[in-house]
C-alpha cells in the first residue's frame, strides 16, 4: 500500500482514508461514526430501508447517500456492514462488476465469516479483512460510546493485514483480537451462545416473575403488567448482573443455587411451577439445570431427575 497505508515512516500518525459503507444499519453507522472521529472521511453511504436512510442522515450527516456500487468504486476503505447471510452475494456482485479498485481495504463485519468470502474480491487486488464487533447494537446513541468498551474480532490473510485491522480497531477506541480463520465459526457459536441466549434466559425469567408478583401489591407499588423495565425486572436486575459479573471475574465457583447444591427435591419443585406456566418455559430450565448439574458433577440423583429417568 502506498498513499492509503494507516501510517508512514515520517509520520506515525494514521493515514486519512476515504471511507464507504454497505450498508448503513446499526452496526454500519456506528462503525461509520468511530472512523470519523479518528480522522477518516466517511465520503458515502448506501442506505435503502427508511430506517438506515435515517441513520444515515443522523449519524453520518456529511456523507452522501448512493448506490453501492459508486460507494465501492470510490472508497480507499470499504466496509460491508451487511447481515450473514447477505456478505457472501455481495461481495460476488461487486468482483462481478468490477468496481472495486485494487490496493482497497475491504472490510467486512460478519462474525461468522473470516477472509475466505472475500476471495472474489481479493483476487481482484483488494485486500480483505474481517473486523467483528463483539457487541449487540441496538440502533441508538450508546452503540457508539461502547465500542470504547468493545472487543472486535480480527482475521486477515497475513501479519500485514492483521497489522492494518489492529490499527483500524485501535482508532475506533476498541480492543483487536486475533481469531483464526478455521476457529472462526466456533468464535461465533461462543458469542451467539452467551449473548442471545442470555437473552432467552432473562425474558423466560421476568416471564415467571410476572406471574409469581400478579395480584395486589404494596400500597404505592407499580402494578406488573407485559412492559419492559417494569417491577419484575427490577426485582431481577440486581441478581442476573451480579451473577455475570461473579461468573465473568471467577468462574464456575460462581454457581450457587439448589442445582449446584444438588438439591433434586427444590429443582423438583421449581419445575413443577414452571410447568404450570409454560411448559415451554420449563423445558428451558430443566435443559439449563442439566447442563449445570454436569458442569458442577452434581448429585446423581438431581441428574437423573434432570433427565427424566
Known sequence: MTSRSLTSDNDPAPARLTVGIVSAGRVGSALGVALERAGHVVFGVSAISDASVHRARTRLPDSEILPIEEVAARSELLLLAVPDTELAGL??????AGVVRPGTIVVHTSGANGVTVLAPLVEKGALGLAIHPAMTFTGHDEDVS????????ITAADEVGYAIAQSLVIE??????????EHRTLYHAAL???????VTVIVDAVAALRVALSGPGLLGQQTVDEQPNGLAERLLAPLASAALDNALRRGQSALTGPVARGDADAVAAHLEALEAVDPKLAAGYRALSLRTAERVNSHPNLIDLLEGK
Open 91 to 96: 461481495v460476488r456482485g461487486l468482483a462481478s
Open 146 to 153: 461502547r465500542l470504547a468498551n468493545a472487543c472486535f474480532g
Open 172 to 181: 475506533m477506541g476498541g480492543e483487536p483480537v486475533r481469531v483464526s480463520e
Open 192 to 198: 451467539a451462545h452467551g449473548s442471545n441466549h442470555l
